[in-house]
């Protein structure tokens, strides 16, 4: 029995590991396949919207300033990710790959807990091969995807039986105190001031 338990474990780590790495590689895709797109409506629309008299009479002329600065700012993100997007399509197929594979250890896992008298050998071998076969994992990520991840691993995938086995918890599956989660944090203060700065 402990050698099955340990197998379980073994599994679910291994599925943490493969599934969340799938996941971020197709949320990188979609970063760089989508938002330099955003990035050009969102800055289309505020300078459409800086030619309407409700903007001319209501907002501050020295707000004039800081926007034309956070335009540049947000145009010069958008450069940056249709640079590194060139080679996005290798993201998705490497997250098509990990999440195969992560839908092969949830069978594997439920077969080997539910499975009374089984030779777990095989398992054992199978297991040790997708480990070897989820090293295609890309290393470079887009920034801000290791928070997004973590919402499509444990509230969108089928990431339960991951999160039952490794006993997370909710400090586990959102990272509070990672680097990108205080940029977070930092953004969202920045934008309630711009905001309370311009309508006040």
């Given at each position: 029995?402990?050698?099955?338990?340990?197998?379980?474990k073994n599994i679910a780590e291994t599925g943490y590991?493969?599934?969340?790495?799938?996941?971020?590689?197709?949320?990188?895709?979609?970063?760089?396949?989508?938002?330099?797109?955003?990035?050009?409506?969102?800055?289309?629309?505020?300078?459409?919207?800086?030619?309407?008299?409700?903007?001319?009479?209501?907002v501050q002329t020295n707000v004039g300033d800081a926007?034309?600065?956070?335009?540049?700012?947000?145009?010069?993100?958008?450069?940056?990710?249709?640079?590194?997007?060139?080679?996005?399509?290798?993201?998705?197929?490497?997250?098509?790959?990990?999440?195969?594979l992560f839908n092969e250890l949830r069978n594997m896992?439920?077969?080997?807990?539910?499975?009374?008298?089984?030779?777990?050998?095989?398992?054992?071998?199978?297991?040790?091969?997708?480990?070897?076969?989820?090293?295609?994992?890309?290393?470079?990520?887009?920034?801000?995807?290791?928070?997004?991840?973590?919402?499509?691993?444990?509230?969108?995938?089928?990431?339960?039986?991951?999160?039952?086995?490794?006993?997370?918890?909710?400090?586990?599956?959102?990272?509070?105190?990672?680097?990108?989660?205080?940029?977070?944090?930092?953004?969202?203060?920045?934008?309630?001031?711009?905001?309370?700065?311009?309508?006040?």
């Amino acid at each position: 029995m402990g050698e099955k338990n340990s197998l379980l474990k073994n599994i679910a780590e291994t599925g943490y590991n493969v599934g969340f790495g799938g996941k971020k590689h197709f949320m990188t895709y979609d970063l760089y396949r989508i938002f330099p797109r955003l990035i050009s409506c969102v800055t289309i629309f505020i300078g459409i919207m800086q030619l309407t008299n409700i903007y001319k009479e209501n907002v501050q002329t020295n707000v004039g300033d800081a926007l034309s600065a956070l335009l540049i700012i947000v145009g010069i993100l958008g450069l940056v990710l249709d640079f590194h997007g060139d080679n996005k399509d290798a993201y998705e197929v490497a997250g098509k790959k990990l999440i195969s594979l992560f839908n092969e250890l949830r069978n594997m896992y439920h077969e080997v807990k539910h499975t009374e008298e089984i030779d777990l050998a095989p398992f054992k071998v199978r297991l040790k091969e997708i480990q070897k076969e989820s090293e295609i994992g890309l290393s470079k990520q887009a920034i801000g995807t290791h928070i997004i991840t973590h919402f499509g691993f444990f509230q969108v995938m089928q990431s339960k039986w991951v999160t039952e086995e490794l006993g997370l918890t909710t400090k586990d599956k959102f990272p509070f105190l990672h680097w990108e989660s205080f940029c977070l944090y930092l953004f969202g203060i920045l934008i309630i001031i711009f905001t309370v700065t311009i309508f006040r």
